[in-house]
């Protein structure tokens, strides 16, 4: 079975642009979390969904949105790109949303350059 | 807040050399602790996930064991091929996944 897909795998931006970064979830898992990672760090959550619907947000700017499709997949947004918003982008699916913790199982990431 | 510390940050064995990683965290309520491998350009790999103090997990050279304060990762006479970054993450509402800043373990042949 296929894993978690994202897209694209490389991306290099300026300042002030805008990116939109793509993820396919497991089949069958209705969950979708966005993590970003900086380098020497652990992954930070941004946002998650569930069937359509936010869930969870973390402590990042409103320049950060994303959504999610009725297929359950999901596209993550940043406006007005800073140096600081270069990272690894990683995409984790999960079968639901956390009333347990549901394992989640991440894709391969989007590396998002900003210059 | 939540907060998850990994130690050592990093850690270079001999192969065959058995050891230990630790995870202490301080949450309000934990619903599962998990441990993932992460090599370098990639996604982070599944590996366990403790719900419950006095709960072990093995897998191959792997044990995972969970308190009610801290996580231990036992590898068992490591390979290089276990080099890698080693994850700790918990999870205490909605899914949200809240990581240490990981151990690097470099086994030399």
């Known amino acids: 079975d296929a894993g978690v897909t994202q897209s694209p795998t490389h991306l290099i931006k300026t300042r002030g642009q805008h990116v939109t970064l793509r993820c396919s979830p497991i089949?069958?898992?209705?969950?979708v979390s966005w993590y970003q990672q900086v380098l020497g760090q652990g992954p930070q959550f941004i946002f998650q969904?569930?069937?359509?619907?936010?869930?969870g947000r973390g402590n990042f700017p409103d320049r950060f949105s994303a959504r999610q499709f009725p297929n359950y997949s999901s596209e993550l947004n940043v406006n007005a790109l800073l140096l600081g918003d270069s990272a690894l982008y990683l995409c984790?699916?999960?079968?639901?949303?956390?009333?347990?913790?549901?394992?989640?199982?991440f894709g391969p990431g989007t590396r998002l350059t900003v210059l | 807040e939540d907060q998850v510390t990994q130690s050592p940050e990093a850690l270079r064995l001999q192969e065959g050399e058995s050891s230990s990683l630790n995870c202490s965290y301080t949450v309000s309520g934990l619903r599962g602790l998990f441990w993932y491998r992460q090599d370098p350009g990639k996604g982070p790999e599944f590996l366990f996930t403790l719900y419950s103090a006095g709960e072990e997990k093995e897998k191959e050279r792997l044990k995972a064991t969970l308190t009610k304060k801290e996580s231990f990762l036992h590898i068992t006479a490591p390979k290089p091929e276990d080099s890698a970054t080693y994850l700790c993450?918990?999870?205490?509402?909605?899914?949200?996944?809240?990581f240490g800043q990981g151990t690097i373990l470099t086994v030399h042949p």
């Open positions: 993450a918990v999870c205490t509402s909605y899914g949200k996944l809240t």
């Open positions: 089949s069958g898992h209705k969950s």
């Open positions: 969904y569930y069937e359509k619907e936010e869930r």
């Open positions: 984790a699916s999960s079968f639901r949303t956390s009333g347990g913790a549901d394992t989640q199982y």
